[in-house]
DNA sequence: TTACAAATAGCACGATCGTTCGTATCTTAT
DNA sequence: ATAAGATACGAACGATCGTGCTATTTGTAA
């Protein structure tokens, strides 16, 4: 039932997850988009009953991705520090990958949504939250494992690892340091030696 | 000699400086932002050539009232790690200051210009740049105060405090967190800590 | 006060924005 | 094969965008 719809409307939320890395969220035009894809303005439109929709479902195909590539591939690794190291990895190059030119789209969404009330801000931080919640329960895992100390503050090891992660797509991006990727592994690994058993 | 052009001026470019915290660069309207000011379209654009110009003057605004509240008032205290702590503490009023509701324009403007070639990409990142060596110069001058050891990477350092206030700011603004105050803070101790002498 | 320059307004331009609607063309299940 | 429903198009809407022009107002200096 139904396949073709769905398939183009997954060229769409592809192609408008890559234009929104650029241009971000409200940067996002439905002409445009719709002459990228291949499809009249009203066609494109008919998918999604907004330009709001259209940024949800941009922000839940981003999300899915990032489970996919970062999370779930992290989570293959032994819990405890190697799990968290892949995170990190895979997180550092999850906003260089080429094929999508703007970097990580949650960067430029969370600067661009921190203020606008609505759906898109709403799933946004919901993410994010859940994202913080992750870090923090695989530093617990790694107490557990013993490579961390118990008294390691696991909130705050998910916070200063999150903004890491800020501090190195900023110095890439923006600074174009050529130091960004050294920066961001030294400041990971003072973290983690700050936090070993 | 014409001061009423350069008062008026001064008077859009600090609403314009104000609207583009909560609506990014791009999203400031000449538009919108004449009848905020109370001047006609026309009669605004003649102050700037092109929207691009204005974007830069709000940038350029934005540095200098940057460079007094949170540089030059932390250079008052001595140098070493009073002035850093009194950097650190600046920089983050900076951003929660009511009356500029969006927060800090930087790094909305960090997010938005990164991909996007053009004038006012090329002034921030030359501010942001020169940001990142007066906190590194502040380490140093924190090394030879005997505050630091002598070992200190302060270019890591810099991009560690850096790193810091982005975490901030994103658990503050998009996250909304209670807690976003504290664990910033906790986190610039212990980056400190691991500084000292 | 008069003359000149600076500052602002008015109007229009082509372009593009998100959105709606009616219609046509395809898919798919019967 | 045919009916039904999904999918896409074309045209148009009012609004707003940035940006030119030409007047008109305002301020300033002689």
Redesign the interface.
């Known amino acids: 039932m139904s396949t073709k719809g769905a398939e183009t409307r997954e060229r769409i939320v592809d192609r408008a997850f890559r234009l929104a ?2 241009d ?1 969220l ?2 996002l035009s439905i002409g445009s988009l719709a002459s990228e894809v291949g499809l009249s303005k009203s066609g494109l439109f008919a998918h999604f009953g907004s330009k709001e929709d259209l940024q949800v479902a941009v922000l839940r195909a981003a999300a899915e991705r990032f489970e996919q590539v970062v999370i779930k591939q992290a989570f293959r690794a032994p819990r405890g520090l190697p799990r968290i190291r892949r995170l990190f990895e895979n997180w550092c190059r999850w906003g260089s990958d080429p094929g999508v ?3 990580c789209l949650f ?2 969404a ?7 009330e609505g759906r898109p ?1 709403d799933y ?2 919901g993410v ?2 859940q994202l ?1 919640e992750t870090l923090a329960k695989s530093a617990r895992l790694a107490i557990e494992a013993g490579h961390f100390r118990a008294d390691v ?1 696991c ?2 090891f998910a ?2 690892m ?3 992660i ?3 797509y ?2 890439k ?4 340091s050529p ?1 960004a990727d050294a ?2 592994e ?2 990971f690994e ?1 973290l983690v030696e ?1 936090s070993k058993a």
């Open positions: 890395t650029r971000g409200d940067g030119p703007g970097g960067v430029a969370a600067a661009e949504l921190d203020d606008k801000r946004l931080s994010q939250i913080t503050d909130d705050q916070f200063e999150f903004a890491i800020f501090g190195y900023h110095s991006r923006l600074l174009r130091h920066r961001a030294r400041a003072r700050t």
